[in-house]
């Protein structure tokens, strides 16, 4: 199912929004060639896409947590979710470029809930967090 972007998904810091706009974007595509015949051939190349972007993603996230002095713990709560989320792709992908078709079908469930739930969670905590601290203004 097409994720569709919500004004309820946004932090209000540009960079994270941007990225995971971004994300949802990989992830929408990924869903457009799920019951085609060359799903395999799409979701290796979306995949790659994807496990790129997050690194990228992840990397600009983590310095905003530390620049933004989050609580250490909160912290490596939310790069402990980070890590999950590529080692799922990672593995998800190994298993795509063996030809194993029903992980993509498995994969297309868990990228809409993790994303979701991540955006909603995770980076809204984070982004209170900035705005309590009146470091930025939305």
Same mark, same amino acid.
């Given at each position: 199912?097409?994720?569709?972007?919500?004004?309820?998904?946004?932090?209000?810091?540009?960079?994270?929004?941007?990225?995971?706009?971004?994300?949802?974007?990989?992830?929408?595509?990924?869903?457009?060639?799920?019951?085609?015949?060359?799903?395999?051939?799409?979701?290796?190349?979306?995949?790659?896409?994807?496990?790129?972007?997050?690194?990228?993603?992840?990397?600009?996230?983590?310095?905003?947590?530390?620049?933004?002095?989050?609580?250490?713990?909160?912290?490596?709560?939310?790069?402990?979710?980070?890590?999950?989320?590529?080692?799922?792709?990672?593995? $998800?992908?190994?298993?795509?470029?063996?030809?194993?078709?029903?992980?993509?079908?498995?994969?297309?469930?868990?990228?809409?809930?993790?994303?979701?739930?991540?955006?909603?969670?995770?980076?809204?905590?984070? $982004?209170?967090?900035?705005?309590? $601290?009146?470091?930025?203004?939305?």
């Amino acid at each position: 199912m097409i994720i569709r972007w919500k004004y309820i998904y946004e932090t209000g810091i540009f960079v994270i929004d941007y990225r995971n706009k971004k994300l949802v974007s990989l992830i929408n595509e990924f869903y457009k060639y799920i019951f085609t015949e060359d799903i395999i051939d799409h979701a290796e190349r979306i995949v790659n896409k994807m496990i790129i972007e997050l690194i990228t993603h992840f990397s600009v996230e983590k310095k905003l947590l530390k620049d933004y002095n989050y609580t250490p713990e909160s912290i490596d709560k939310h790069i402990e979710e980070h890590d999950y989320f590529i080692e799922k792709l990672e593995n $998800a992908l190994k298993r795509i470029e063996s030809g194993d078709i029903i992980v993509c079908y498995k994969l297309a469930d868990f990228l809409r809930s993790w994303i979701v739930k991540h955006m909603l969670g995770s980076d809204k905590e984070f $982004a209170s967090f900035v705005k309590k $601290a009146n470091r930025i203004t939305v």
